[in-house]
Nanobody, 124 residues
Framework: VQLQASGGGLVQPGSSLRLSCAASGITRDYYAIGWFRQAPGKEREYVSCISSRDGNTAFADSVKGRFSISRDSAKNMVYLQMNSLKPADTAVYYC??????????????????WGQGTQVTVSS
């Protein structure tokens, strides 16, 4: 499985950005794709997740109501729509793959394949 994240950039507070995760090499029907982020000097943080089985989603409390996640199964794409961005959202964002097909309670070690990351900077 290979993942490639894209769509990052420099935006002003309050702006929106959509990240994309292109997945390839997935041969199973059920799995989940997650988004994580890591700011300088901080640990990697879980952001969101979507299950291929039923489209079930999950979000970190810090992004609930501002971020949404979606998938295009035909294109093997997962999107993270980020609205009302704050400087605290500044980080490198990674998408990751897990063979688990649910999102509840998942953490970084549950994901076995990672993309290369895309930088999101929110600054005025």
């Amino acid at each position: 499985v290979q993942l490639q994240a894209s769509g990052g950039g420099l935006v002003q507070p309050g702006s929106s950005l959509r990240l994309s995760c292109a997945a390839s090499g997935i041969t199973r029907d059920y799995y989940a794709i997650g988004w994580f982020r890591q700011a300088p000097g901080k640990e990697r943080e879980y952001v969101s997740c979507i299950s291929s089985r039923d489209g079930n989603t999950a979000f970190a409390d810090s992004v609930k109501g501002r971020f949404s996640i979606s998938r295009d199964s035909a294109k093997n794409m997962v999107y993270l729509q980020m609205n009302s961005l704050k400087p605290a959202d500044t980080a490198v964002y990674y998408c990751a793959f897990t063979t688990l097909y649910y999102c509840s309670g998942l953490k970084s070690p549950d994901f076995g394949r990672w993309g290369q990351g895309t930088q999101v900077t929110v600054s005025s």
